[in-house]
C-alpha cells in the first residue's frame, strides 16, 4: 500500500511539474512572440521610413548631378522624380515631430520639383526652384534623417552674391548653382549622419 501511495505522488508530482514547465514554456513562447512581433513592428517601420527617405534623397541627388553637369533635361527628369517620391511617402512611420516637419515641406518640395521638370530647357529657372528645394529637403533630412552621409553645401557666389546652399553625397565641391562654369565654387557646411 505504502509503496502505491508512494507511486501515485511521484505521478502527482511529476505530472504537476511537467503541467507548470508547460504553461510557463507557453508564456515564455508569447512573450517572445509579442517581443519578435513589436520588433518586426519597429524593423518594418523603420525599413519602410528608410526606404521612402532614400527614394527622396536618391532624387534629389540626382537633380543636383544633372544641375551640376548643366543637364537641364536630366534635371527634369529627377524633378519630377523627386516630387513623386515626395507625395508617396507614409506620414504614418513618421513621429509627430518628424511629421510636422514633414507637412511643412512637402507641398514646397513637390511644387518646386514640378517647376523643375516643366523647365527642361530653361535651367537658369531650374536652378532658382533648386535653390528653395534644397532648403525643404534639408530640413526634411534633419527631421527623418538619412543612411548615407551627407554633406551640406554653400556656394557664396549664387544668386548676386547672396549665396545658397545644396546637399551633396561627396565631400567634393561639385556646384549646381554654377554648373560647369565655376564647378568647384564652395565649402562643405555641415556633415549630416
Known amino acids: 500500500m505504502k509503496t502505491l501511495f508512494f507511486g501515485i505522488a511521484v505521478a502527482a ?8 514547465n508547460n504553461t510557463q514554456s507557453k508564456e515564455s513562447a508569447e512573450k517572445s512572440s509579442d517581443t519578435t512581433q513589436t520588433n518586426m513592428q519597429v524593423n518594418n517601420t ?12 536618391a532624387s534629389y541627388l540626382q537633380l543636383k548631378n544633372a544641375l551640376a553637369n548643366d543637364n537641364a533635361k536630366g534635371a527634369a527628369t529627377a524633378g519630377k522624380a523627386i516630387s513623386d517620391a515626395i507625395q508617396q511617402m507614409d506620414d504614418g512611420s513618421l ?6 516637419v514633414y507637412d511643412d515641406v512637402k507641398e514646397d518640395i513637390k511644387e518646386h520639383g514640378e517647376h523643375i521638370s516643366g523647365n527642361g ?20 533630412i534633419k527631421a527623418i534623417g538619412s543612411d548615407q552621409t551627407l554633406y551640406k553645401d554653400y556656394c557664396p557666389m549664387y544668386n548676386d552674391g547672396k549665396g ?3 546637399l551633396s553625397e561627396v565631400k567634393e565641391i561639385r556646384n549646381p548653382y554654377l554648373g560647369k562654369k565655376m564647378p568647384t565654387c564652395g565649402s562643405v557646411k555641415e556633415e549630416i549622419k
Do not use: P
Request: with cysteine; proline share 0%; charged share 35%.
Open 46 to 57: 523603420e525599413e519602410k521610413k528608410s526606404k521612402l527617405s532614400k527614394e527622396v534623397i
Open 164 to 166: 545658397a546652399n545644396w
Open 13 to 20: 508530482v511529476a505530472f504537476t511539474s511537467c503541467s507548470d
Open 95 to 100: 513621429t509627430a515631430e518628424q511629421k510636422k
Open 121 to 140: 530647357d530653361k535651367i537658369a529657372h531650374q536652378r532658382e526652384h533648386f535653390d528653395m528645394l534644397s532648403e525643404g529637403t534639408y530640413d526634411l
